[in-house]
C-alpha cells in the first residue's frame, strides 16, 4: 500500500511538470515569436482634450492603454494604421508590437508646431517612436520624443511636429497636421528577456512541485505508520575494547640461534634406532663377491711406493 501511494504520488509529480512544461514552451514561443497583428484591432475613444486607445499587445495577454494628448492644436481624430501599409523600407514590423497610430491635428497657424504625446504604463525607458513619410526619398524616420516618467510606473513621449514638416505626413503647410507613428521595442531583447523570465519561472516551480511533493511523501509515511508503533530504541553505544599488550619484536639473528639450539637439545634426547644386520650366508657367491672386494680395495690402497 505504501510503495503505490509513493508511485502514484511521482508519477502524478511528473505529469504536473511535464505540463507546466510545455505550457511555459509554447507560451515563450507565442510571447517571442507572436501574430504580426494584433487581435483584436485598437478601440479608441475620447477622454476630455485627448484620446485614449486601448489594445492588446503582440505577446500580451491583457490589453492596455495608450493616451494621445496634444498641445498648440486640437486633436481631430486617431485611428490605427495597417502593419502591411507601414511596415516597409527595410523596416521589421516585429519591432512594432503595438499598432501604428494615424493621428490627425487641427487648429494650428500655417507653418506653426504642435506637441504631441503618448502616455502607456506598456511602455519603457527604451521605447522609441518611429514616424513615416511616404513622401519622402528615406520614409522611415526616429521622432525625437522626450521621455517622461509619470506616476504609477506610466511613460509618457513627447515630440514637436510642425505643419508642412518632415514628420507631417500630408507634406502641406495647410493648418493641419497627420502624423503616422508607431512605438518601437527591440524585438530580440524583448523575446530574450520574456524568454529568460520564463526560464527562471520554470525553475522556482519546479522546486515548488518538489517541496510539495516531499511533504505528500512525509504524510503518507505518517498515515502508513501504525497506531502503536513506537520509535526503535537507539543502539548502544559500541564498547571500546582494550588495546592488546604488544609483544617485543625479535630479531632474525636472535630468532636463528634459538632456533638452531632447540634442535640440537631435541636431536640429542632421541634414542638411536637399533640397526638390524642380518649375517649373510655363507654360499659360493657370496664369498667371491667378497674376494672381488677386496682384491679392487687392495689395487687401491696398495700402491708402490714413489721413488
Known sequence: MKTNQHRFVLQAGRLIVGIFCVLTLAGSGWAAFGEDTEKPKPEFARQGEG????????????????????????????????????????????DFRSAFFAVKAGGVFP????????????????????????????PWMKADAVPIERPDRVQELVMTV??????????????????????KDSFWGYAFGTLLIRFFGVFLMLGVLMVGMIAAG?????????????????????V???????????EPETATAIGVALH????????????????????????????????????????????
Do not use: C
Open 51 to 94: 484620446v485614449v486607445a486601448k489594445l492588446i499587445p503582440r505577446g500580451k495577454s491583457t490589453s492596455v492603454l495608450i493616451e494621445f494628448r496634444a498641445q498648440g492644436g486640437a486633436l481631430a481624430l486617431v485611428e490605427a494604421a495597417d502593419f502591411d501599409e507601414a511596415g516597409q523600407a527595410g523596416m521589421d514590423a516585429k
Open 111 to 138: 507653418g506653426g508646431e504642435i506637441t504631441l504625446s503618448l502616455a502607456s504604463n506598456y511602455f519603457t525607458q527604451a521605447t522609441e517612436l518611429w514616424a513615416l513619410n511616404r513622401g519622402l526619398q528615406t
Open 162 to 183: 510642425k505643419d508642412g514638416g518632415p514628420l507631417d505626413s500630408d507634406g502641406a503647410v495647410n493648418g493641419e497636421i497627420l502624423l503616422v507613428v508607431g512605438p
Open 218 to 238: 512525509l504524510i503518507f509515511q505518517r498515515l502508513d505508520r501504525p497506531a502503536g508503533a513506537s520509535k526503535p530504541a537507539p543502539a548502544p553505544p559500541p
Open 240 to 250: 571500546e575494547e582494550e588495546p592488546s599488550e604488544v609483544l617485543d619484536v625479535v
Open 264 to 307: 640440537l637439545h631435541l636431536s640429542a634426547l632421541r634414542t638411536a634406532g637399533v640397526i638390524s644386520l642380518e649375517r649373510s650366508d655363507g654360499s659360493s657367491w657370496s664369498r667371491q663377491g667378497r674376494s672381488q672386494i677386496m682384491r679392487d680395495r687392495l689395487l687401491v690402497h696398495d700402491r708402490p711406493s714413489r721413488k
